[in-house]
């Protein structure tokens, strides 16, 4: 069971800015009604420009957030767009390899980065929520579907199984204070969809924010983060895709079907889809350029017998669920579920 949570800024620094103030307190009075100890990392509420001119200290955080016996679980504080730049400051002198722990890593979007990090060193973590996102929720309470699986894993520090939610809510165009207790407009969702391949499948899921994944490989963004990605081997080559499944889903940005089918076709020039077992995409945010999206994973990928599902609620869609890395799953759109042998 967890007990004690660090929180951590590894991108953004929005956290120590005043205006986010009354939303941080929703979200820790969430945490200390489970019972949590939230420890706040000594630089993660610095606000937004000390954050993004120190990265070695958003590395220090991390480092020491798991160097510390006494936390069981660090959660990001939201996502951002600069994470690799703590790539040096954890992989030069092995400090992450040496800090590496098994306890729980939750994060998503941007984060995407430091969970190819947490790989590359062996570390296993968690795709899917953050504290600001999902835990500060304006709503009245979580959503129901976002905290059943933030429940699990502090009850048990794994995921067992995902199912699809029954709804899925619009993204608030407000986070003004007279928006606390203001609930989402929802719609019925519609599951899995098997959009080909075989209907059952399995392998060890990676993956994260097609976005993030796009700026390990294109310059547009930051120019020295592909040189970085590529000095330090962030991104797993052909081989160690092999029998894996490829998690994708698109930011709040989202994409525009041109930049997805690039995304797409940074990830093929490099095997991935040569080498995976299956893949999972989310459902967009607002279901934006969701039909483009779908036609775009068929045609790039031009692999009949590859399976792809779409309409996972994780990432920046809500609900959102939590997606276990690096421990084997199977998929079964039959039975609408993905199951984890830890």
Known sequence: ?????????????????PFIRFEVDIGLQRLKNYGLNVIFMPNALKGFEYIKNH???????????????????????????????????LFDNNDLADAASD??????????????MLHRIGMRSFYGQAFLPDICELSPEMHPYTRKYFEELIRTGTISK?????????????FAPDQIGKSLNSHLNHGFELLQGASVFSGKILGGCIDSMYDMFNGERYA???VLCNKYNLFPNKEE?????LLLESSEEKPS????????????ER???????????GKPMDETYSEEYRQLLISVIDDPELPIVFNLNIGHAMPRCIIPFDIEAEVNTDSQVIRFME
């Open 1 to 17: 069971m967890i007990k004690n949570v660090a929180i951590v800024s590894l991108s953004s620094g929005i956290l120590g800015e």
């Open 55 to 89: 990265p070695e200290k958003r590395a220090e955080d991390l480092l020491q957030a798991l160097r510390d016996p006494e936390i069981d679980m660090i959660l990001c504080a939201i996502g951002g767009d600069d994470t690799y730049r703590l790539i040096p400051y």
């Open 103 to 116: 306890k729980v890593f939750l994060g998503f979007s941007d984060t995407t980065i430091n969970h190819f």
């Open 162 to 174: 995902i199912v699809p939610s029954d709804i899925w809510y619009e993204e608030r165009t407000s």
């Open 224 to 226: 020295d983060m592909p």
């Open 241 to 245: 895709w092999k029998g894996r499944i």
């Open 257 to 268: 079907p041109e930049k997805y089918r690039m995304s797409l076709e940074y990830l093929k």
């Open 271 to 281: 095997g991935v889809f040569d080498s995976v077992s299956g893949v999972l995409a």
